[in-house]
Every structure is written in structure tokens, then in C-alpha cells.
């Protein structure tokens, strides 16, 4: 069997990943399986454990590190945040074209090791509505916020990374532009 393609997709954290990604996750034509990130982040209420991330302690994170089990990770406003090496490759092998959703850096990574990757980049249709989108969702301390969108405009000047970028300005037609562009990019040959 052939082995499964990587499509990467980031976009600052507040853009409207998430929603878009549920748009076409179960598009039957893509073949997608989305991989399960391990993270030091503390649990949201809203979120279940082995669903949304897979929730350890940062020791646990720092020994997946030294035992080589992570294809990528990084330090996000003092969590840690990766992709295990297993997960991908099982997924591979069964053929499936596995989505990985994280940010610039780990992106940058993922490039290096796997250059014909698809990558995509999610931009906010302005700075003022992903801060109002940043806001309004998580409801967290002020400087929270301004770490985020720190690191929202530093992730904007890493968008010539990327093969595509996309605009949630609406997040219906930015699901659809995904999903041409992964189709394009599994049906080309390598
Ligand atoms: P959040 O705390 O809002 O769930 O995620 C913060 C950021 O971490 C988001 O930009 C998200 O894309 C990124 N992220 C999630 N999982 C991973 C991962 O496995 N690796 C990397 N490098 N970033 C990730």
C-alpha cells in the first residue's frame, strides 16, 4: 500500500483552525486522519484527553524528547507542544494522509524532514478580529492575550513558508480552499 501524504496546517492561535479543519476532516475524497498532539498544556474544560491532545506532565514531555519520540516540538507560551513520531507513521502506513495542525516552528520542522509536504497557512481577515476572536473565546489574563498576539504577528511573517494561505474571512469557503488544494496535492505523483 502506499503510504499516506503529510498536509501541515497552521494559523495563529484564535484564527479559526479548528472550524475549518472539522469542515473537511471526514471529506471521504481526502483520506485524512488528523494526529493527536501531545502537550504540558493544562486541560480547558472543554476539551477531553486523548480527543483534543493527548494532556502530560512536562516530565513525561521532556522524556519523549530525550527518547526521540517527537517529529517536531515546541515551547508555546510555556507549554510544550508535539507530534509523535509513531502516531504519524502508523497512520502512514495505513495509508490514510495524515493532517498535522501546529505552529510556525514546528511547521518549519516538519518541511525540513518532510520537504514534500503540503503546507497551509490560516490568516485572520485582520489583526483586530483575531484579537477580538482571542478575546472573546478564551477569556484569559490580559497578558495572556498579549502574548498570543505577539506571537500571532510573528507567526504572520513566517506565511512565505508556506505553499498556501488561506483566509477565514470565511471559514465555509477557506474549508473548501483547503480541501482543493490537499485533493490537488494527494492525487499529484511525487
Ligand atoms: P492551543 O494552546 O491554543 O491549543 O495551541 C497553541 C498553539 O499550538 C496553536 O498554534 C497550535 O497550532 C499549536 N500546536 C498544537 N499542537 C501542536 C504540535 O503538536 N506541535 C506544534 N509545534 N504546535 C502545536
Same mark, same amino acid.
Given at each position: ?54 494532556? #502530560? ?60 509536504? #503540503? ?26 492575550? *498579549?502574548?498570543?498576539?505577539?506571537? *500571532? ?35 499529484? *505523483?511525487?
Amino acid at each position: 500500500m502506499e503510504k499516506g501524504k503529510l498536509i501541515i496546517i497552521s494559523g495563529p492561535s484564535g484564527v479559526g483552525k479548528n472550524g475549518i479543519i472539522e469542515r473537511f476532516i471526514n471529506n471521504p475524497e481526502l483520506n485524512l486522519a488528523q494526529v493527536i498532539s501531545m502537550t504540558s498544556r493544562e486541560r480547558r474544560e472543554s476539551e477531553r484527553d486523548g480527543i483534543h491532545y493527548d494532556f #502530560v506532565t512536562r516530565e513525561y514531555f521532556e522524556k519523549a524528547i530525550s527518547d526521540n519520540k517527537l517529529l517536531e516540538y515546541t515551547e508555546f507560551l510555556g507549554n510544550y507542544y508535539g507530534t509523535p513520531i509513531d502516531s504519524v507513521e502508523r497512520l502512514r502506513s495505513l495509508g490514510k494522509n495524515v493532517l498535522l495542525e501546529v505552529e510556525a516552528t514546528g511547521a518549519k520542522q516538519i518541511r525540513k524532514i518532510f520537504p514534500n509536504s #503540503v503546507s497551509v497557512f490560516i490568516v485572520p481577515s485582520s489583526l483586530a478580529e483575531l484579537e477580538k476572536q482571542i478575546r472573546e473565546r478564551r477569556k484569559e489574563e490580559e497578558d495572556v492575550v *498579549a502574548e498570543r498576539l505577539n506571537k *500571532a504577528r510573528s507567526e504572520l511573517n513566517l506565511i512565505s513558508d508556506y505553499k498556501f494561505v488561506v483566509n477565514n474571512d470565511d471559514p465555509e469557503l477557506a474549508a473548501e480552499l483547503c480541501s482543493l488544494i490537499i485533493k490537488r496535492y494527494i492525487d499529484k *505523483a511525487d
